[in-house]
Each structure stands twice: as C-alpha cells, then as structure tokens.
Nanobody, 129 residues
C-alpha cells in the first residue's frame, strides 16, 4: 500500500485547508486510515481517523481539533480527506496520513501511531498569526 498526501500550504489564522490522502496498491486490505501531525521539536500526535472498510462505521478526531476538523472518505477513490477550518497557529505541523490493515473493535486503538503499518510522506501546513 502506498499513500500520497496533498493539500498542505500556508494559510492565515482562521483560514481553511483540505488535505487529501490517496491510497494505492492493495487497498482492499486497509481497515482504517488516519491523520497525524508533528510540529518541530514535538512528538507525532493523533489528529483523526476513519474506518474505511465499508462494513463498519466509525471515526474520531482529537479533542484539540474537535469542531474544527472533519475527516471523510471516498472509497471509490480510495481517498481520505481532512477538512480543516478555523485554523490556528498551533495547528502548524507536518501532517501525515496513515493506513492500517489491523482491525480493532474499539475505536480508541486507531488513535495510536503503533496501529498503523503504512505511512505517507507528509504535507506541511503553516498557519500564520
């Protein structure tokens, strides 16, 4: 499985961006996809996830972005989106998309970086104040 993230850029505080993550290869094996971010000098942190197996529903976002970020999927395109609204300077980071073939009944497992076995190259988001 290969992941290609896009959509990052420079935006002012309060602005919006939409990130895309397109999966290719053996996408039928993917159970969930997620977004993580890493700011300079900080650890990679969870942002959002969504189950991509059409038999299951489930998604979640980090408390720090709740009400501002929305994750969605288009299974016909093997693509996951992250709509980011009302961006703040603290959202500045490199955003990574990830995918996993692992299935967990409990959603919280999909908030851990260790759950994911495929990672994209990252797309940079800079929010100016």
């Amino acid at each position: 499985v290969q992941l290609q993230a896009s959509g990052g850029g420079l935006v002012q505080t309060g602005g919006s961006l939409k990130l895309s993550c397109a999966a290719s290869g053996r996408t039928i094996t993917i159970n969930s996809m997620g977004w993580f971010r890493q700011a300079p000098g900080k650890e990679r942190e969870f942002v959002a996830f969504i189950r991509t197996d059409s038999r299951f529903e489930g998604s979640g976002v980090a408390d720090s972005v709740k009400g501002r970020f929305t994750i969605s999927r288009d299974n016909s395109k093997s693509t996951v989106y992250l709509q980011m609204n009302n961006l703040k300077p603290e959202d500045t980071a490199v955003y990574y998309c990830a995918a996993t073939s692992r299935y967990y009944k409990i959603d919280s497992y999909y908030r851990a970086t260790s759950t994911y076995n495929y990672w994209g190259q990252g797309t940079e988001v800079t929010v100016s104040s």
